[in-house]
């Protein structure tokens, strides 16, 4: 019986550099995500608005927002690269909170909401690509 060398072929286990790249970019993510939650309960003057106001809600809940978001994309982060299957799945999932958030945030800071929209998705596809039982840190799978 022959072996399968498809480059399609379902791979358990092992190291993956996609999952290494996204645990790291979502820690990286998350310090940024607590900085602009930090930056938004206490120095709302930093985000300029036409007309001084968000799309939805407040300075407020926006940085308690961002805050939660952060602190969780950082945990994620770490259980990404600790090779935890249920920090990839929420990762995912943090990730679509986090582009949809900076798409509502988008008023207040264009360029930095763009430019995290962007690496989420990276993060989304660095969580989603590799096979199942991966791990980003070499020789630990």
Do not use: D
Not at 15 to 43: D, H, P, Q, R
């Amino acid at each position: 019986m022959a072996t399968s060398t498809s480059p399609f072929a379902f791979h358990r286990g092992g190291y993956s550099g996609w999952l290494g790249f996204a645990g790291t970019l979502s820690m990286v993510l998350g310090i940024f995500n607590i900085i602009e939650g930090v930056i938004a309960l206490f120095k709302t003057y930093f985000f300029v608005t036409p007309g001084g106001h968000l799309l939805v809600w407040n300075y407020t809940a926006w940085g308690v927002i961002w805050l939660a978001i952060g602190v969780l994309q950082f945990l994620v982060g770490l259980g990404v690269l600790a090779g935890q299957t249920w920090a990839r799945w929420t990762g995912v999932v943090l990730a679509g909170l986090a582009m949809i958030g900076h798409f509502a945030f988008m008023v207040a800071f264009p360029i930095w909401s763009m430019i995290a929209i962007a690496l989420s998705i990276l993060v989304m596809y660095g969580l989603i690509a590799p096979p199942k039982g991966a791990t980003g840190v070499p020789g630990s799978g």
